[in-house]
């Protein structure tokens, strides 16, 4: 899989509400109302990255979720983080 370009990753996050891209990775941020919350969107999270074979970098403290999404094999961004990205909002919404 190709990695994105700095102005290609800056071009598509456009799209994505709530993203930035820095580190080499495109992290996300959420605040949910309690743990149970938190921990089940993480779990629906879980299922779609499975199935695509490509899991997010992540920590939960409490109610909050910090998301990092690259591509370990290309070593940077690519298609599949924007993928995933796009899951993860419309699973959030």
Request: no cysteine.
């Amino acid at each position: 899989m190709k990695n994105l370009s700095e102005q290609e990753i800056n071009d598509r996050l456009e799209a994505l509400d709530g993203w930035e891209y820095h580190e080499n990775a495109i992290h996300t941020a959420f605040e949910f109302k309690n743990f149970k919350e938190t921990f089940t969107i993480m779990t629906r999270i879980a299922f779609e990255a499975e199935k695509l074979n490509h899991h997010p970098d992540w920590t939960n403290v409490y109610n909050q979720l910090h998301i990092s999404l690259s591509t370990h094999d290309a070593d940077g961004v690519t298609e599949k983080d924007f993928k995933l990205a796009g899951i993860i909002d419309e699973l959030i919404g």
